[in-house]
């Protein structure tokens, strides 16, 4: 486009796409478009290009059988069920260096800790833990790209970044709050009748 209707020169562009985009003249929006470029994002194409290969390793060689037995002998209610997917998904976030991974990951071992029917609770309880933790771990891809991308410390972001770390908290203290609850009604079912 910028080739065909912007009157751009072909070499210009490939420099742009390579090197990221620079302005000659001076401009407010400067700051703002000024970067980029394939070259800028090589560190975090290493750590994806990584963390894909470690996980079909780990994968291929059933790391994760002794933990899934563990789990599976344990006796897990909601909140704690809840609380260790959060555990777990934070630990293959930090491994795996990617939100992808370290879903993929979590669902490898946590699976069966939950029954079939409660797969929309399961979907739930990793978007509740992996998806927000993995952005605040420094060199997992979910914070590494807007980091590197805004040019930030890698750790400065994270006292901003409260809804990452108080959401999981809050949903961990509702599920044990709802469980609570159900445990009352139980017994005191059980006392009228």
């Known amino acids: 486009m910028a080739v065909f209707f912007q009157g751009q020169e072909p070499v210009q562009v490939l420099r742009a796409i390579f090197f990221g985009f620079s302005l000659d003249t001076p401009s407010p929006l400067l700051a703002i478009l000024e970067g980029g470029g394939v070259f800028s994002m090589l560190k975090a194409s290493f ?19 002794g933990i899934k037995q563990h789990l599976l002998n344990m006796r897990l209610n909601q909140h704690k069920r809840y609380g260790l997917t959060t555990f777990i998904s934070t630990l293959t976030a930090a491994f795996g260096c990617s939100q992808s991974i370290a879903v993929v990951m979590t669902d490898e071992i946590m699976r069966d800790c939950y029954k079939k029917e409660e797969n929309y609770q399961f979907a739930l309880d990793i978007e509740n833990s992996c998806i927000l933790t993995s952005a605040l771990i420094p060199w997992n891809i979910a914070a590494l790209i807007c980091t590197t991308t805004l040019n930030v410390s890698m750790y400065g972001f994270v006292p901003y970044a409260f809804y990452l770390y108080v959401f999981p908290i809050l949903y961990f203290l509702y599920s044990w709050y709802k469980e609570a609850r159900m445990i009352k009604a139980v017994h005191s079912f059980k006392r009228v009748g």
């Open 47 to 65: 750590v994806v290009f990584a963390a894909c290969a470690l996980a079909g390793i780990l994968e291929g060689i059933r790391v994760f059988s």
